[in-house]
Structure formats: C-alpha cells, structure tokens
C-alpha cells in the first residue's frame, strides 16, 4: 500500500540523515540495500562501499551501483552528501514506478552512464506517482548537487506530509 511505501521511504531519508549526521556517506543507495524485518520496517544495509566524509570531498570515482550512480560520483572524485541524494531519487523512482529506473544497466553500464551525464533521466509512466513525489524526485536527481535538497529538508517534506504515494 502507498502509505507503507511511504513510511518505508521516509524511514530510508531518516537512516541516510542520521550516517550524515555522522559523517558518513553511502555511495550505494539502493533497493537491493534495504532490507524489510517482519512488520515490513526498512533497514539500511551494506556499508561496503560508504566512506568517512572528509573535508576535501576526495572518493573513489565511478563507485556505487551505475543505475544510481550521481553524474558526479561517475566524473570526479570530488562529491559529497548530496551523491546520496540522488541514488535515493532513483530509490524512490523504482519504488513509486514499481520497475528499474534503467533497463539493462548492469549489462550496458556505459549506455546508461551516458544518458546520466546528459541529464536524462527515466520518464514517469503512470499517474501512480502524485506531483509532489514526481517535484521531489526530480530536484533530488538534479545534474547540480547544489540544486539537490539535503536528506532533513527530504524528511522534513516526508513529515510535513508534503509528499507521499497514493493508497
């Protein structure tokens, strides 16, 4: 149902602003890493690939799953926070669309890297997806970091009740 989808979501941008907190980022946002205990409440998983944030923003380049990848994890070493922010856009994506943001990313890695770094993004199909989630998603998946929200403004909207998926 879209109100456990959404409670689902909103935990994930809790867990992710608690790491920042922390200072740690992800790098590996997806919905392979969040696991469902028995009354369906999302656990953050697989910290393989997350890093200390430090103050000259220096990670290893082009890390993370390539469908969730930020335009700026695939170009640089030099990302933040916000590298999250946009995996967790495709995240939400996948979760509203119920199918993978980009078809055959594992097998044409460079394809779909491509597209990322040219600001495509995958189209909303059906009308599933309320405008609110559709604004969110789309400023989280920005080509700008910058332009990207942090992960208390994204709970903060989550709280206010501001977005959420139908049902």
């Not at 790098?27 to 944030?53: C, H, Q, T, W």
């Not at 082009?62 to 995240?91: C, Q, W």
Request: aromatic fraction near 10%.
């Amino acid at each position: 149902y879209g109100t456990h989808l959404t409670i689902i979501c909103m935990c994930i941008a809790h867990a992710i602003r608690h790491i920042h907190r922390c200072g740690v980022i992800h790098r590996d946002i997806k919905a392979a890493n969040v696991l469902l205990d028995k009354e369906g409440m999302p656990y953050l998983m697989d910290f393989g690939v997350s890093r200390l944030l430090t103050p000259e923003n220096r990670y290893t380049q082009y890390i993370g799953t390539v469908s969730h990848m930020a335009p700026e994890v695939i170009r640089s070493n030099d990302y933040g926070t916000k590298a999250d922010v946009f995996s967790y856009a495709i995240l939400l994506y996948e979760v509203g669309e119920k199918r993978h943001a980009y078809h055959n990313a594992s097998k044409e890695p460079k394809i779909v890297t491509k597209k990322i770094l040219r600001g495509e993004r995958p189209f909303f199909s059906s009308e599933t997806v309320p405008m609110a989630m559709k604004m969110l998603i789309t400023q989280c998946w920005s080509p700008n970091p910058q332009d990207r929200p942090s992960f208390e403004e994204i709970f903060d909207t989550f709280c206010q009740g501001k977005t959420y998926f139908k049902g």
